[in-house]
């Protein structure tokens, strides 16, 4: 099983992918966290790690050479050979959605539209996660960084690029997933966040929650 947290920056991805870890082990469940291409032997993952992820959100070149040459190819080695072990659940730490998403908030870049457009190209998750905050709560976060970066940053002070990046995650890249849960980590601590997750994730029925705390859209498997 996988599992995908993600989301804009200073939402919380982080806090959570330890919490859910943690909430899944206390069930039983072996536990891998992982961040970047699934694939273990990516043929690209040395030359894409040579290009500035950071200014990704302001380059087109940056932005479809890791969509096209990373994620488009990395579906295709994982459709062939599952990365996690067996009887184990993967988590996720960001993943082909943020790239589309910064793609179009900061572009919009033509290989982000043809990502939106067919986002089954892509490795797809049993429950992905997507995470958003009130931007008051993101600039206190920011305060608390030691070094943050462009993103961080523009994600904070431009609330157009903000919005357009969580709406090309909810209403795009989401529809790929088999299930897709929605927080405000405003509203909810991240141990409640894991066990709605888990219990999503193992197929109990979760808790209530506030509807503008979390949604949940489905499809068939």
Not at 25 to 49: D, S, T, Y
Not at 51 to 66: C, N, W
Not at 134 to 139: E, F, H, K
Not at 144 to 170: K, S
């Amino acid at each position: 099983m996988r599992v995908l947290v993600d989301g804009l920056d200073l939402s919380g991805k982080t806090t959570l992918v330890t919490a859910l870890a943690t909430e899944l082990e206390a069930r039983g469940r072996q536990v891998a966290q992982h961040r970047g291409l699934l694939a273990a032997r990516h043929p690209a993952r040395r030359l894409l790690k040579k290009l500035p992820l950071v200014r990704q959100p302001d380059s087109a070149l940056v932005t479809g050479a890791y969509l096209l040459a990373g994620y488009v190819l990395d579906g295709v080695l994982v459709r062939a050979a599952a990365p996690e072990p067996p009887g184990s659940v993967l988590i996720q730490d960001g993943y082909v959605d943020r790239t589309v998403a910064f793609g179009m908030a900061g572009g919009p870049y033509l290989s982000a539209v043809l990502a939106l457009r067919w986002p089954r190209l892509f490795a797809s998750f049993d429950v992905a996660v997507y995470l958003h905050a009130p931007s008051v709560v993101r600039r206190a976060r920011l305060g608390l960084r030691e070094r943050p970066d462009a993103v961080d940053i523009r994600g904070v002070e431009d609330a157009v690029f903000a919005e357009t990046f969580t709406a090309m995650l909810t209403c795009g890249m989401g529809r790929r997933h088999n299930r897709l849960l929605v927080f405000d980590t405003s509203q909810r601590q991240p141990e409640q966040m894991a066990a709605a997750i888990a219990d999503t994730l193992l197929g109990a029925r979760p808790a209530p929650a506030p509807a503008a705390a979390v949604g949940e859209l489905e499809r068939a498997a």
